[in-house]
């Protein structure tokens, strides 16, 4: 069973930086993406950025110009660098794993890590 785990959260000032990262273990199969999700109190989960195997790389609007994503192959890591925080970005960060399973794609979340921007 796939497994991914998160670190990296904390609480941070407006303007500073936090830097996330996830390693997934026990990969047998093809990593199709790697990305991240958040999700605010009351608030849908959304999409944050994502990097396909391949090096393309999506950004919500959002987070464009503030965060940036990285994905080691060798190491089966996903990292996103966020910079100029903001307390809109306050929300628990999910890495997502996009799996090539022989029955099709499947998706694989971590546990959840908190990041708080706050004064």
């Known amino acids: 069973q796939v497994q991914l785990v998160e670190s990296g959260g904390g609480l941070v000032q407006p303007g500073g930086s936090l830097r996330l990262s996830c390693v997934a273990s026990k990969v047998t199969f093809s990593i199709r993406t790697m990305g991240w999700y958040r999700q605010a109190p009351g608030q849908q989960r959304e999409l944050v950025a994502f990097?396909?195997?391949?090096?393309?790389?999506y950004y919500a609007d959002s987070v464009k110009g503030r965060f940036t994503i990285s994905r080691d192959n060798a190491k089966n890591t996903v990292t996103v660098q966020m910079n100029s925080l903001k307390p809109e970005d306050t929300a628990v960060y999910y890495c997502?794993?996009?799996?090539?399973?022989?029955?099709?794609?499947?998706?694989?979340w971590g546990q959840g890590t908190q990041v708080t921007v706050s004064s």
């Open positions: 997502n794993v996009v799996i090539g399973l022989p029955g099709g794609l499947r998706d694989y």
């Open positions: 990097v396909t195997g391949s090096g393309n790389i």
